[in-house]
């Protein structure tokens, strides 16, 4: 195996103790969970060094290693902010797992040329990847709430319910998350019109990423602004959350996805 190859299965499986901690009730290993998440963090951030080291990646294995980077960042911070937050990882670790086995399978470096390469693409690539983080994480709370609904309803918590943070503490963090993400993301969306605008071409290009990722902006806006004018929460509100994260997985890596795997470019 080559290096990148070996790096990525290193890093996939430095995101196992994290979802053996978080699936352990934290209360009972409060210790283990920053080493573990440490070694989750490290483990991905030393394969995005290596990678980057060999250019700017634009690869869908790349693309769906940075987005799992983002998403153990903002878990940080996260977790760092709210305990409850912490309970997020039952939900978040197996899809970073998903999409670090996807990756893997797929892997193969692309890089930008260096006159494409400039800042402009760095704070607009950031923009995009912090935005999907903090949707990802968002949307995270939104299925944890139709889970603990759900359980109420029936009046039965299962395993999964007990390991998930209250409904209450959900639409907190649901409603937090996507304020960051629309502020996040509208400065991601300004800096791609103005790189847009510097190289000549229209300020609004018509082209799938372009498009999902207003389509993402207005639904995120629309989600806050219903949420602050009618009381918008719960199952309604989580489902509408789920749809915007679907809109940004369909812009950053999907795109990517469609591009090089299916099409072949």
Same mark, same amino acid.
């Given at each position: 195996?080559?290096?990148?190859?070996?790096?990525?299965?290193?890093?996939?499986?430095?995101?196992?103790?994290?979802?053996?901690?978080?699936?352990?009730?934290?209360?009972?290993?409060?210790?283990?969970?920053?080493?573990?998440?440490?070694?989750?963090?490290?483990?991905?951030?030393?394969?995005?060094?290596?990678?980057?080291?060999?250019?700017?990646?634009?690869?869908?294995?790349?693309?769906?290693?940075?987005?799992?980077?983002?998403?153990?960042?903002?878990?940080?911070?996260?977790?760092?902010?709210?305990?409850?937050?912490?309970?997020?990882?039952?939900?978040?670790?197996?899809?970073?797992?998903?999409?670090?086995?996807?990756?893997?399978?797929?892997?193969?470096?692309?890089?930008?040329?260096?006159?494409?390469?400039?800042?402009?693409?760095?704070?607009?690539?950031?923009?995009?990847?912090?935005?999907?983080?903090?949707?990802?994480?968002?949307?995270?709370?939104? =299925?944890? *709430? $139709?889970?603990?609904? #759900?359980?109420?309803?029936? &009046?039965? %918590?299962? !395993?999964?319910?007990?390991? /998930?943070?209250?409904?209450?503490?959900?639409?907190?963090?649901?409603?937090?998350?996507?304020?960051?993400?629309?502020?996040?993301l509208g400065a991601g969306i300004a800096t791609g019109m103005a790189w847009s605008?510097?190289?000549?071409?229209?300020?609004?290009?018509?082209?799938?990423?372009?498009?999902l990722a207003l389509l993402a902006f207005g639904l995120i =806006?629309? *989600? $806050?602004?219903?949420? #602050?004018?009618?009381?918008? &929460?719960? %199952?309604? !509100?989580?489902?509408?959350? /789920?749809?915007?994260?679907?809109?940004?997985?369909?812009?950053?890596?999907?795109?990517?996805?469609?591009?090089?795997?299916?099409?072949?470019?």
């Amino acid at each position: 195996m080559d290096t990148p190859l070996i790096l990525a299965v290193a890093a996939l499986l430095a995101l196992l103790p994290l979802g053996v901690v978080t699936w352990r009730r934290l209360e009972s290993v409060p210790a283990a969970f920053w080493p573990a998440l440490t070694v989750a963090v490290a483990g991905t951030a030393a394969l995005l060094g290596v990678e980057a080291r060999r250019g700017w990646p634009t690869g869908f294995a790349d693309a769906l290693w940075l987005s799992v980077g983002a998403c153990l960042a903002a878990f940080l911070a996260v977790s760092a902010l709210s305990r409850e937050g912490r309970r997020l990882g039952v939900i978040l670790v197996p899809f970073l797992v998903v999409s670090g086995a996807l990756a893997t399978i797929w892997i193969r470096h692309r890089v930008l040329e260096p006159e494409v390469a400039s800042a402009w693409i760095a704070i607009h690539v950031g923009a995009s990847l912090a935005t999907y983080a903090l949707v990802a994480l968002a949307a995270g709370a939104g =299925v944890a *709430i $139709l889970i603990q609904e #759900r359980a109420i309803k029936r &009046r039965a %918590r299962g !395993a999964l319910s007990e390991r /998930l943070p209250s409904v209450a503490a959900c639409e907190r963090l649901e409603f937090y998350l996507l304020l960051a993400a629309a502020i996040v993301l509208g400065a991601g969306i300004a800096t791609g019109m103005a790189w847009s605008n510097l190289k000549g071409g229209p300020v609004i290009p018509l082209e799938h990423k372009s498009l999902l990722a207003l389509l993402a902006f207005g639904l995120i =806006v629309g *989600i $806050l602004t219903l949420h #602050r004018v009618t009381g918008l &929460r719960g %199952r309604a !509100a989580a489902r509408w959350v /789920l749809g915007a994260s679907l809109a940004m997985f369909l812009a950053y890596p999907g795109v990517k996805f469609v591009t090089e795997v299916l099409i072949g470019r």
